[in-house]
């Protein structure tokens, strides 16, 4: 995700209000009450770790859960020390749990140290825990949505004060409203009033059906049965979209999005707050596949984060989804030519590459993309993905229904009421400048009485998570 950003993109009938307007989504099939995994699945799934420091397998001591929670609480216990397991989100990092922006390394709001959770958790003083771990601070008013230095919006006073203020409103929404919240709605608390550059709310809340989304679908479609784990892995959309009962290990450093991925949008994966830029605490061979999305480029030493991918895949097919081709502008983050994107990643196995956009139209054409040849014209593409590994089915037909159909069905929330009708409009210019081929794929205007796919290639409904919106 580009953050800065210059490139204007054609959007004919699209409508461009201010970065942080909000789209509702039309539901058009009723939820179902879900009640989100059992929390008895972490003791079981905790096989799958080990502590990063001491490579030591994970007991679980439990603690008292406090009226914020509902999911496990405890510590965990390997020989070299205490780690914490927070409302379900295992806890394997030190330093400090603040806020990272999820575009770059920077902090957002320096946040607790590990080593205060784990105090605070063994003394039994839980109940402002998670609260403080899902503050994000919002921008003053006056400053809101401005081009303000960095500094004063993340790490200065005027940011920490405004922290502080806002923790007791998280607390009073975690007791009165946790159940009835969705991931819509902690992502508006989140990102409404923000001073960061970009449109980080529409950014992730209209993930699905996301251009890239499908591009990367297209690839991970064609992963083996068996556990995957997806590193950086944000919110979960990625996770909700492979299909809630395959088993999944969701990797982050950032809590937050783990705990809405958690409770709000892939309950069926455990949740890891971990840094990517070390060792993993995962086994060998944790997992039969391996994702890495939309953040490689973030990461430092590649060939050791993609050897990483491999080992916890245990040698099975490793994708990263969004790799930059420093050919072409604009630019993000870490960027090789294809030749380098091969020449780091070949050392680990065989290695296939597409671009994003050759992806997409293989995806939209109902098809998972051909795993023994590269795709074309690699050179042309800013934006590429990479397979290492030889594990990926053979090119097929999509399931049914499409990936991005799985769950319950809602209106894209790109289109908004206008009449009889439904409009397509972009929520933001820099929502239209990263998702441009939008307005190739989607009709300017729907019948609101369009509720069901009318076939594989139809992005006007997606499907969405049970608590999503
Ligand atoms: C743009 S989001 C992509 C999220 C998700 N993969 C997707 O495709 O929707 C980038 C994610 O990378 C995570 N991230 C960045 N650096 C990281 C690091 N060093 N360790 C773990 N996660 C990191 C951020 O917290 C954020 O959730
Ligand atoms: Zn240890």
Not at 12 to 25: F, G, L
Not at 289 to 296: E, L
């Amino acid at each position: 995700m580009l953050l800065h950003t210059g490139e204007r993109v054609r959007h004919p009938h699209a409508n461009v209000p201010p970065s942080t307007s909000r789209q509702r989504p039309v539901r058009l099939v009723t939820a179902s009450s879900v009640s989100p995994a059992s929390a008895g699945d972490v003791d079981q799934r905790l096989a799958a770790l080990r502590c990063p420091y001491c490579r030591g397998t994970l007991e679980v001591h439990d603690v008292p859960t406090p009226a914020e929670g509902r999911g496990r609480w405890g510590l965990l216990r390997c020989s070299c020390r205490e780690h914490p397991l927070i409302d379900d989100i295992v806890i394997l990092n030190d330093g400090s749990l603040g806020h990272m922006s999820e575009a770059d390394a920077g902090v957002v709001l320096p946040g607790p140290s590990v080593a205060d959770v784990v105090a605070r958790l063994r003394e039994g003083r839980t109940s402002t825990v998670l609260s403080t771990l899902l503050v994000r601070p919002p921008a003053p008013h006056r400053l809101s949505g401005r081009r303000i230095p960095r500094w004063v919006a993340t790490a200065s006073p005027i940011a920490r004060e405004m922290a502080r203020l806002r923790r007791p409103l998280i607390g009073a929404v975690l007791r009165r409203r946790r159940d009835t919240m969705t991931a819509e709605r902690w992502l508006h608390l989140t990102y409404r009033r923000t001073a960061l550059p970009g449109d980080l709310y529409n950014h992730f809340f209209m993930r699905f059906g996301q251009p890239r989304m499908l591009a990367a679908l297209a690839l991970l479609e064609g992963m083996p049965d068996g556990p995957i784990v997806d590193l950086c892995s944000g919110y979960g959309h990625l996770l909700h979209t492979l299909g809630t009962t395959r088993p999944a290990i969701a990797v982050d450093q950032s809590f937050l999005s783990l705990w809405v991925s958690r409770w709000y949008v892939a309950p069926h994966a455990l949740h890891v707050c971990a840094d990517a830029n070390r060792t993993l605490p995962l086994r060998d061979g944790a997992a039969t596949s391996a994702v890495c999305s939309d953040a490689f480029c973030y990461l430092s030493d590649l060939p050791a984060r993609a050897a990483e991918l491999v080992r916890v895949a245990g040698g099975g097919p490793v994708v990263l989804a969004r790799l930059g081709n420093v050919a072409h502008a604009p630019h993000e983050g870490t960027e090789h030519t294809v030749e380098g994107w091969r020449g780091m990643l070949s050392a680990l196995g065989p290695v296939r590459m597409w671009t994003e956009d050759e992806l997409q139209a293989t995806y939209l054409s109902n098809r998972t993309a051909d795993p023994t040849i590269d795709g074309p014209d690699l050179e042309g593409g800013k934006w590429l993905c990479a397979a290492i590994g030889d594990g990926l089915a053979a090119e097929a037909a999509l399931s049914d229904p499409a990936p991005h159909h799985r769950g319950r069905l809602v209106r894209n929330p790109l289109y908004v009421s206008d009449g009889d009708d439904e409009r397509f409009a972009f929520p933001s210019e820099w929502y239209a400048a990263e998702n441009g081929s939008l307005t190739d794929l989607l009709p300017g205007r729907v019948d609101p009485h369009h509720r069901t796919p009318s076939g594989p290639g139809d992005l006007t409904i997606v499907g969405v998570p049970d608590r999503y919106c």
